[in-house]
């Protein structure tokens, strides 16, 4: 079996409020790169054996501090990346609610049926994120690979791997915090287990 350690991107000057970034290329604020930066530092006596993340630039940043602290080369994966969000890109939720309070209201009974106007289908997303990792593990399955990627790619796999019905993804996986870690078991039979989720590291900070 595989242990990935699967990480968020650092914060981004669209965390707070949070503005739905899916694809756009935002890049980390100054909170950001001293989470990567502490990350970095975590990940340099870890022991991990290989480097993954996606190919947005708020990842490739966070993903080159570890490169930095550690010696891995990243590759660089758009498998990893997080799905455009249609009408939603680059708004908040209360933005979208004053504007579209019925979109809103379908949206969060059911994301996966009521997705985003526009939006890559979030089974889609799924799919192409956990055909990432599991070629991750399969590169390096006798090692520890380090994953960097992003919030709702992460939940909507982690739910897909796990049995989770998709559309419960944000009510199963509510949070998930910028530079946290999260990582599951990846078994030869092709089952999942999660060891821990959105865990802060020694040195995490907010």
């Known amino acids: 079996m595989t242990v990935l350690t699967l990480v968020r991107h650092g914060r981004t000057p669209w965390h707070d409020p949070t503005r739905y970034a899916g694809d756009s290329d935002v890049p980390l ?7 990567a930066a502490a990350l970095a530092a975590w990940a340099a006596g870890r022991g991990f054996t290989s480097l993954a993340c996606s190919d947005l630039r708020r990842a490739i940043d966070t993903a080159g501090a570890v490169a930095a602290a550690t010696g891995l080369t990243p590759t660089v994966d758009p498998r ?11 708004r908040t939720l209360a933005e979208l609610r004053a504007a579209e309070p019925e979109l809103v209201a379908r949206f969060e009974a059911d994301p996966v049926a009521a997705a985003w106007p526009g939006a890559e ?6 799919d192409r994120g956990i055909a990432a990792l599991r070629d991750v593990a ?8 380090l994953v960097v990627a992003h919030s709702t790619l992460l939940r909507l796999v982690l739910c897909r791997l796990l049995g989770v019905p998709l559309p419960e993804y944000r009510r199963a996986l509510p949070r998930l915090d910028p530079a946290t870690l999260t990582e599951v078991v990846m078994r030869p039979d092709g089952t999942t287990g999660l060891l821990r989720y959105n865990a802060p590291f020694e ?3 907010a």
Do not use: C, I, N
Not at 29 to 35: F, L, T
Not at 138 to 145: L, Y
């Open 29 to 35: 604020d100054e909170v950001g790169v001293a989470q």
């Open 80 to 90: 990893l990346r997080e799905p455009h969000f249609g009408l939603a890109e680059g």
């Open 121 to 126: 289908p979030p089974a889609d997303v799924a």
């Open 138 to 145: 399969a590169r390096d399955a006798d090692g520890a690979p």
């Open 203 to 205: 040195g995490w900070s």
